[in-house]
């Protein structure tokens, strides 16, 4: 059985002394790799993508955390930064492409309906496919609150918008959702 | 009492030393003393006083004689200073008999003995006069402010008072409704009557209201469950698959990237500096700027569609690929192949436009473009690909 993680405060000391700054740094990466793996690969559909995600996202923990003001939860400044990589990565991936995006496909559906395990007929899989046609930020919302049960109090400073914003636009998208699902 | 044998043994028990001592009388007594005592005496009884006091001492001592206390204090005044004056006569001439030491070692204030007459007498007087005339002989400007009062009462205040404090004894005892009573019968009236509406069944479903309120930081679980049991089933559903030991492979990987490698040496062909760094262009954005030259000559973005199927089947399946995919088919090839396709393409892209909207000085390094995939790619990114439209 793996050894119970470290808690934040310690964590962020080991990685504060040069001596044991590797150490530190890893650990974190072990705590919230999957977490933070399965919020990005929600949002940018494809392993490979999530993958380049991930890292390009650790390797800016690992430049930025000096200056961590530790005035907030750690968990929260990765979800932070996790979605900011993936909504820059979904950015540069539209001017990548050639062809301009129509309003209703985009190219995550396609890669959705790529996936070899696709069956347009299961639940799960109409859910994926509701959830490409809400605007990025409202999935995120959804994904966080859907997925990873965050509280709206934390949510609202991953995202740096006010709870009540946060409250609103996911009850819309779970009645966008249900109503996409209901009809398809 | 016990004999003087007993009393002796009793005193040799107590002190030894006592009881050995000689029994000497150290007092002296002068000659004849005694046997000239009782004539002594009884001549002093039969000479007659020539005191006043030896007067008083005679008459009825239940009567005080008449002007005797208005004779009083003059009488203690002359015996005062007659004291005065003697004392004053033996320090001038003390008297031979007197056998202690001349030398006085007490000191007394200056005029002291002068003073001291009338200080007692002011003393006498004062006891005897009113604290009015008493204020007046100290201070004539308190006894001149007396009688100024400068604590306002209201008016009729004194006289009210006795009913104001029998009344709010009577009120202790009542009850909050007579009080009111007592106090005004016009609020007493209207006690009953409230202008405030409350909702029909408010307070029955208050307690409810007010527990939902405190769990009103529900519970994200609670939350979907609420808004739709559908989703809410779906929620372990996932239908995303990952490679076998992932997670395992991640710590590794990021910290290669973050810590210093070797630069890496890349073989590259000697070109010109301009048509280097035009293919270097060239390389990144080869499906994307053919595409562009299609859709300028059709002039219309709605038959995109179109146009992307007529597109060469190479050019297709790059726009089909993910960015992973593209780098690594890029990285497949080699620059002789890269070259050739470059000789052979080259009215795909036209290079002297190409080169003259490139600004040199805004391109990356040659170094930093061929240790880094990435940075032709965030060049790219930074520069609007619109702005090339030609």
Redesign the interface.
Known sequence: MAAPHLDDKQLLFQFKDPSTK?KG??GI??KY??KL??HI??MV?????A??V??NM??KV??GLENFREDSQLYTWLYRIATNESLTFLE??K??????LSDVENGLSN?LKA?K?FDPN????K??LAMQQLPEKQRIVFNL???D???YEEMSRVLETSEGALKAS??HA??K??DF?LNH | MNSSNEILNELATLSPLLAGMERTNVFSVPDGYFNTLAETIVDSMKEPSATSFDTLSKTNLSETPEGYFENLADIILNKAKQQAVSTEQEAADPSPSFNGTDKNVFEVPNGYFESLSDSILNRIKLQSVSADAELNNLSAILYGVKGKNVFEVPHNYFEGLSDSIFDRIRLQSLTADAELNDLSPTLYGIKDKNVFEVPDNYFEGLSDTILNSIKQTVSAADEIKELSPMLYSLKDKNVFKVPAGYFNTIEAAVLTKVKPQPAKVVAMHKRSSFFKYASAAMIACIAVLGVYKFVNKTGNHNNAAVAVASLDPSIQNGLKMNAKQFDQGLNSLSDDEIASYLDKNGNYADVPALSSSIDENSLPDADQYLIDDKTLDNYLNDNDLEDSKK
């Open positions: 590797e740094y890893t990466i072990k790799q999957e793996y399965w690969r929600r559909v494809e392993h490979e993508d993958n380049d991930l890292q650790f390797i690992w430049n540069q991936r001017k990548r492409t050639a062809i301009s890669q996936d395990n299961k639940i799960e899989w859910l994926q609150r859907y997925y049960e965050m509280p996911y009850h779970v009645k959702i249900e699902i």
